[in-house]
């Protein structure tokens, strides 16, 4: 009675480019028609890397740099779709972060940070941009939602919130959750869990995301009310259901295999990253001493005076721009982050597929074992070790009324191990094709936005270098002039 399923490669790396952008959202929704919030798409432009420069170019930074429209596209990820009902209707951003003072649940005063979240139709007549309407969100607000999300649909790997406290951080970078800079970052990654849950062709659909960006007040209330508490499955069911399904489906874990592999390849990444932004840091502060030494050495100096006071400028300038560089460079990490916590969902859809799995062989068991009774029952084999035979011994035979009435029983019973089995097995065999369509999509977005990632990662690389070449071309030609 277990299911069958086809072998693939989950490991398969480079797939076909999306081929219908998850067209009408599977169903138009049930949306009301006027609504009052959208999801800005933000698609990433193709990339092209600046021809290599010639010698007599060396000092020159060309179009290699980021531009402000590029940057922004590193900021926010590229797989929102404009396919999506809810997309082509709805804008949504958020706006800006305030920090706040209030009591918790125990009545201690504490600071928070709040999110004011945007939402305008996406196309008004006349042209004219209408008002947005705005409501705020704390952090603890989203996490209930991603909360509903995971529990409501299983088969569908979940977007991942921003990190909570920062990790992996160079030592110049603060790791106080209510740091300007961080909460600018965590922001940006609110905005993109919002974009990404409009783009999905099923998550856009769900009426308490929508209630999430539309109802301040009366949210909260709604998404208890769905009981989606009650139908979590515990941690520990799930880690039986693990060690103990016997028939476990290749592709899944497979691609649970793979999820461990990538989350430990990125936090590898992120480290290494982490220990380079030090050392980055520390070159460019150096520079900063020239900068000094070249002007203490221009007070000594009539003629090569000036020459050396503008170099030493130069050399502060360049030491200086490191802040900006690494800033950059942390949406850059903000964006493996969001892959990073990518693995855990997942990770939690395999453990779903497991515990569901799990649950289908113990009806099929169970099945099994009433069968065998109502055989032994029927033809009057008793097993000697069973208790059944043990109490044969002791008590005697059963009356030809009492085993009628005890096989009829087991027949009852049986029909309806028969259902479930049939039931579960249908629900396997669901969930496996749902899981699997969303993966495949989710594979599609991983692999180009990871690549458009490390093509941006390296341009900036690039540009950083070369503004290096043209801070030392711009002192060799003030030397030159002494």
Known sequence: ??????????????????????????????????????????????ITMADSVSSEEVAVISNTDITSTESENNIINTMVERGTALLRKLEINVAEA?????????????????????????????????????????YSE???????????????????????????????????????DFVERRRVGLENFLLRVASHPVLSNDKIFFLFLTEEKGWRDAVLETGFQDKADSRLKSLSAMFRVKNPDKRFTALKQYSDELNTVISQ??????????????VYKVHGNYGRVFSEWS?????????????????????????????EEE???????????????????CRKHELIQYELEMAAQDLVQKKQQKEELATGTVRIFSLKGMTSKLFGQESPEQKESRLAALEQSIQEGEETVKEKNTECQEFVRAAWDDIERFKEQKDKDLREALISYAIMQISMCKKG???????????SKM
């Open 1 to 46: 009675m277990i299911i069958e399923t086809k072998s693939a490669d989950p490991n398969q790396t480079i797939f076909s480019a999306l081929s219908c952008a998850c067209a009408e959202n599977r169903q138009q929704s049930t949306l009301p028609a006027q609504l009052t919030a959208a999801a800005a798409a933000v698609l990433w432009q193709p």
């Open 98 to 138: 305030e920090k706040r003072t209030g009591k918790n649940t125990v009545n201690m005063q504490e600071t928070y940070t709040v999110y004011l979240i945007e939402i305008r139709p996406a196309e008004t007549e006349g042209g004219t941009p209408a008002a947005p309407d705005t409501l705020w969100r704390r």
């Open 142 to 180: 989203f996490e209930l939602l991603r909360t509903y999300l995971l529990v409501t649909y299983p088969y569908i790997i979940i977007p991942p919130l921003p990190e909570k406290r920062a990790e992996f951080v160079w030592h110049k970078l603060s790791a106080d959750n209510l740091d300007p």
């Open 269 to 282: 990444l992120l480290r290494i990253r982490a220990r380079v932004a030090d050392r980055l840091y520390g």
């Open 299 to 327: 007070a000594i100096e009539k003629e090569m005076g000036d020459g050396l006071q503008s170099a030493g400028h130069h050399m502060d300038t360049y030491a200086a721009s490191i802040d900006d560089i690494l800033e």
């Open 331 to 349: 949406h850059f990490a903000d964006q493996l982050k969001e892959y990073l916590f990518y693995t855990d969902a997942v990770r939690s859809v």
């Open 469 to 479: 070449i043209q801070v030392w071309s711009n002192a060799k030609e003030c030397f």
